[in-house]
């Protein structure tokens, strides 16, 4: 018997059986393979961009999704970048970048909104409540919580023994032993963030309660002591009378065995470690006025490229790099603190992490809102004058008016 198709019935129902074998292993195929390609663009330091680059390896086996690592390692140079090339289609599907550039990026729609469900309630409570302070605005949640940080002192064990209980302590250590190009102390005086926690323990801020951009304190009594007293140090011959100073630079007289106290974070650690220097860490000492200098809190969030052709796969990537798991392995690598309670509850015994930890918890968050942005560059302008010698109230006083028309023009 031959069949409409001109072929016998056996060789038909072969056939048949093979079209129905096909239409199945065609989908169990298609799950097999790559589902597109998602970049992360990152500016953290080598060792963790290296760790990174093996975590995601574990990503693309478990997602069948290729990914695309860039580092840019000018933290500058990755945020413009980024806010250049979303908006016309191009950037990357996620970054992990710093909180504070959270405010600027919403406000430019270059990073998106997550569900209000995003974290099951067992999850959210895993997250640090710092951690996820930096990365909701406007009651909104704008990314994924991976690593928190802080300044701390840093010293040269080869030079100082014992960590200083106050400021006047470590000064006078400073005057003793800087001579020619050695100094005691170093840090970068004129970068903002550096020189924040000396000016908020004499009371200075940035903007007032819920950052009420009316009110900013950075031309207040606390701020002109704080900067007379960074002068101070300067006129002392303490701090060099130098407005080129920068955190790689310090870093580097650091690891050259050039000054013998820093202020710096725990992304400095492995690169001194690697140095072959041999340091400890300790909280800020307590201050002439009695109290402590309280650093600024960052937070490194992963965030969403709302243009993202894959934009599923890359909400799956900033999870599964905020994950427990990933966490280790990132602070293996570059000893920022895990923003997750359980892995940071394994690590509270290592020195560094616990000092980290107590500047974090007595520290000041970053503010976010995007009004931010019209600060740094009259704040910095200001640290310089005031290191040349200027007078720090008319000079505050001058930086804060600044603030107020750019923050005004902004509306």
Not at 344 to 358: R, Y
């Amino acid at each position: 018997m031959v069949n409409e198709l001109g072929r016998s019935p056996g060789l038909s129902v072969y056939i048949a059986l093979a079209l129905v074998v096909f239409a199945i292993l065609i989908p169990l195929r298609q799950n097999l393979l790559p589902k597109g390609e998602i970049t992360l663009w990152v500016g953290l330091i080598r060792s963790e961009v290296e760790a990174i680059g093996e975590l995601v390896e574990n990503f693309e086996r478990e997602h069948g999704v290729k990914v695309k690592v860039v580092w840019i390692s000018n933290i500058e140079d990755l945020r413009s970048r980024y806010r250049v090339a979303v908006p016309i289609g191009k950037g990357p599907d996620v970054l992990l970048g710093p909180h504070d550039w959270i405010g600027e990026f919403a406000e430019m729609g270059v990073i998106a909104p997550l569900s209000e469900d995003i974290f099951p309630e067992n999850e959210r409570a895993e997250f640090l409540d710092r951690g996820l302070e930096a990365v909701t605005l406007d009651n909104r949640v704008w990314g994924f919580p991976c690593l928190m940080e802080s300044l701390v002192i840093i010293y040269n064990t080869q030079f100082v023994e014992n960590r200083f209980e106050t400021w006047d302590d470590l000064l006078a250590y400073a005057k003793r032993v800087t001579s020619g190009d050695f100094y005691g102390f170093y840090y970068p005086h004129v970068d903002p963030y550096y020189s924040f926690p000396i000016l908020s323990g004499f009371g200075a801020y940035v903007f007032g309660e819920n950052d009420n951009v009316d009110d900013i304190g950075l031309a207040n009594d606390g701020a002109i002591e704080g900067a007379r007293f960074i002068q101070g140090m300067v006129r002392e011959g303490i701090l060099p009378r130098d407005t080129t100073l920068n955190p790689y630079s310090v870093r580097e007289y650091f690891k050259a065995g050039r000054t013998a106290v820093i202020i710096d974070g725990p992304w400095a650690f492995e690169e001194i470690r690697r140095a072959g220097v041999s340091y400890s860490v300790s909280n800020f000492p307590r201050l002439p006025n009695g109290s402590y200098p309280r650093p600024f809190i960052g937070v490194q969030v992963c965030m969403i490229n709302p243009r993202s052709k894959n934009f599923d796969s890359a909400v799956k990537l900033a999870r599964f790099l905020a994950s427990a798991d990933s966490l280790r392995a990132l602070n293996r690598a570059g000893w920022r603190l895990p923003a997750r309670s359980s892995v940071l509850s394994e690590l509270e015994n290592i020195p560094e992490i616990g000092v980290v930890l107590d500047q974090i918890e007595n520290g000041i968050i970053m503010p976010k809102i995007p009004e931010m942005d019209s600060v740094w560059t009259p704040w910095t302008n200001a640290l310089k004058m005031i290191v040349l010698g200027q007078d720090p109230a008319s000079t505050l006083d001058e930086a804060v008016r600044e603030i107020k028309s750019a923050i005004e023009r902004r509306r």
